[in-house]
């Protein structure tokens, strides 16, 4: 093969890889979505707040130490001991669980029966409530975040794919980080968990049903309040996962919540309300910005990543304005 | 006592349609303006100017503009910042091209150059709703100002890629540039905010306002009763376009005086924005003006009081901000969804009713 052939494979390959990261993210909005009917802009600061709280436990940092210091003029900023990967993920998803549990008392349950698009605003401002309060707890500094999974360019692919090129081409192989497929191996089995208990257990079978029909589930016996509560906590711990994938990847820092930004053209393109359209939809998403970036990048002057998912998902809208495996819409008066 | 109804009859059909019904609410608002144009240009400093003043009445005029798309006509827009940007770079583009123009026709000119582009980035509007469009705006904001980055002739092959105003003169002095007066700076902004939040008044009363509300409350039930979609939506996002521009122009040329798009018109200019007119009111022009006060003072007052008062580190303070406009927008929607218009509005009903509320 020529190396032509070969880097745009590499390209596609990274793409992919990216799309995972993607979908990632965009599985925490479905789940949110399907069982509420909210579009939760937080998912993004969700991520960043949970890879912050891991990052806190594990090096043992004080919570509010800056503010605390500001205060009363102290200077304290550590414990001296963290806690090993294991206990710091528990304890994490234990805050994530706390954090579901006062989202919907303080905020869901008064916001009950208002329009989706007021729901949809009072998430953003769960979204600054959190980047300032995951920043005030934690600091703002840039951390790194290591919980043991491998990382940095796999040399064997580099070696396999050297032997492809065409004798006689300068061709040193593809470049694929090994994190990243950790990451999609992570995410597919996160789906594969998610599916059998949505499939298998009473409380995914409640969530299915609420998803269905939030007042046939009432009527049988399923408390809305509980669900959401569920559904929040495992929307946290999806986020989670994202935030450890990615924080391992390029470090925790405010710019993980941006990827909420990118994970909403990937929704729009799988539709809001399908868990394979999320992966899809991220993998078409990741790919598709990488190629153009490849091919159409270089004419334009680049950085084309910016805006290139958002317009493909506005065309692809024209044609099909519930996403590709959403369920169709029907509008009645 | 106060906002009494009595006395106030209504025998015309001119005085049925006024702005201000009440007596009390027209001398109060004819003071304000009086106020504005006359004592404050006298007292105002370079402080007053550039840290409250201009900022307000530069938010207040975009607040409106995204108000009439967002409030009024029901399309969420998170393009707000790029509409911004391309305000100001029309402006740009407009004077250095043409030095001599006075300086009201380069604002309105870019503000009609934003209105063409949101009408473009409005098209989508026609077949996506709610969220979806709201997605879909966020391609106007990263397209626009990744645009306004790459195109060099945009910023006239500059090299540091930013676009700085000009010194340009109104009657003989200077509204942009280093030299401008504050009071000179100032009468323009509040020329064109009053201007427009008059004209703003006006057309969310008349024909278009009305088939703007009918098209969000209802966007099949007005197509049937004969509102037309494509009229609708297409001129909201044109005229909320417009008053964006103005402000994106004002805010670069007067305001800021030199821009850099990334930083000056990113996505949280977008939020910002959006807040103001949910905290404000949706569906309200006052509600613009107070959101676009509250939102902008309130940070620089925290600050003020955590930084200046007790002495803690500005980062703390700026995430403490955070989490204080963030608790603030979930109290609103919670408390009144309608925002702090509403607030003013129920106070003015029981100012009216008492005290014999029953």
């Known amino acids: ?333 | 006592m106060f906002y009494r109804e009595s006395g106030d009859f209504k025998t015309s059909y001119v005085q049925d349609q006024q702005i201000f019904p009440i007596a009390l609410d027209r001398v109060f608002v004819g003071i304000v303006i009086a106020f504005a144009f006359l004592v404050v240009p006298f007292l105002i400093d370079d402080y007053w100017e550039k840290s409250v003043l201009l900022p307000v009445l530069i938010w207040s005029l975009a607040a409106i503009g995204l108000n009439i798309l967002t409030g009024y006509c029901g399309q969420v827009s998170l393009g707000t910042g790029g509409f911004m940007a391309v305000g100001a770079y029309a402006s740009y583009k407009i004077t250095t091209a043409f030095p001599e123009l006075n300086m009201f026709i380069v604002v309105l000119l870019s503000g009609g150059v934003t209105s063409l582009v949101g009408i473009v980035f409005g098209l989508p509007s026609l077949r996506i709703k709610g969220f979806y469009l709201a997605v879909a705006t966020l391609a106007s904001q990263f397209f626009l100002v990744w645009l306004f980055n790459k195109v060099p002739w945009f910023y006239n092959y500059s090299a540091s890629g930013q676009i700085s105003a000009p010194e340009r003169l109104v009657f003989g002095v200077a509204i942009s540039g280093p030299n401008a007066p504050p009071w000179a700076t100032y009468l323009f902004c509040l020329t064109f905010v009053v201007v427009f939040a008059l004209i703003a008044k006006n057309l969310t009363r008349g024909r278009y306002g009305r088939s703007w509300m009918a098209i969000r409350d209802m966007d099949i039930a007005a197509e049937i009763i004969g509102v037309a979609p494509l009229k609708t939506k297409l001129s909201a996002f044109s005229v909320s376009s417009f008053y964006i521009g103005i402000a994106g122009a004002l805010f670069f040329l007067v305001y800021l005086g030199a821009v850099e798009p990334t930083e000056a018109f990113g996505i949280d200019k977008s939020f910002l924005v959006l807040f103001m007119i949910i905290i404000g009111g949706l569906g309200s022009i006052l509600g613009s003006f107070i959101g676009a006060a509250f939102m902008f003072l309130m940070p620089v007052l925290i600050k003020n009081v955590f930084v200046g008062g007790f002495g803690w580190s500005t980062d703390i303070v700026a995430h403490l901000i955070f989490m204080i406009v963030g608790g603030l927008i979930m109290f609103f929607l919670i408390v009144e969804p309608h925002g702090l218009a509403q607030l003013w509005r129920v106070t003015k009903e029981k100012l009216r009713l008492w005290p014999f509320p029953h």
């Open chain 1, 1 to 333: 093969m020529s190396p032509d052939i070969l880097n745009t494979i590499e390209v596609i390959l990274n793409g992919l890889m990216t799309g995972v990261m993607y979908s990632l993210v965009a599985l925490g909005f479905v789940l949110i979505f399907k069982a509420s009917g909210i579009f939760n802009y937080a998912q993004g600061v969700m991520a960043l707040f949970a890879a912050l709280t891991l990052v806190g436990f594990q090096t043992g940092q004080i919570p509010f130490a800056h503010l605390i210091n500001d205060m009363f003029g102290t200077h304290y900023h550590n414990w001296g001991v963290g806690f090993n990967n294991f206990i710091a993920i528990v304890l994490t998803i234990l805050v994530m669980i706390l954090f579901a549990w006062l989202v919907e008392r303080l905020v869901l349950k008064h916001l009950v029966n208002q329009e989706p698009i007021i729901l949809f605003m009072a998430t953003i401002g769960l979204a600054f409530f959190m980047e300032g309060l995951g920043d005030l707890m934690w600091g703002a500094n840039i951390k790194t975040l290591d919980v043991g999974i491998p990382s940095g360019g796999s040399f064997w692919w580099e070696d396999v794919t050297r032997t492809w090129a065409s004798a006689g081409s300068e061709y040193y192989g593809m470049y694929i980080d090994v994190l990243d497929v950790w990451a999609a191996a992570i995410a597919v089995l996160l789906v594969v968990i998610l599916t059998l208990f949505s499939q298998y257990t009473k409380t995914g079978r409640a969530l299915r049903a609420v998803a269905d029909d939030h007042q046939a589930a009432l009527t049988v016996g399923i408390s809305l309040r509980t669900i959401w509560v569920i559904v929040w906590s495992i929307a946290g711990m999806v986020a989670l996962v994202a935030g450890i994938m990615w924080g391992s990847k390029s470090g925790v820092q405010f710019s993980l919540s941006l990827i909420a930004l990118k994970a909403l053209p990937v929704l729009i393109l799988g539709g809001f309300t399908s868990i394979p359209g999320a992966i899809v939809g991220g993998l078409i998403i990741g790919v598709g910005e990488k190629l153009f970036e490849f091919w159409i990048g270089p004419l334009v002057g680049g950085a084309t990543e910016n805006w290139f998912a958002y317009v493909l998902a506005l065309f692809f809208l024209m044609f099909r304005p519930q996403g590709l495996f959403g369920e169709r819409i029907i509008e009645r008066v």
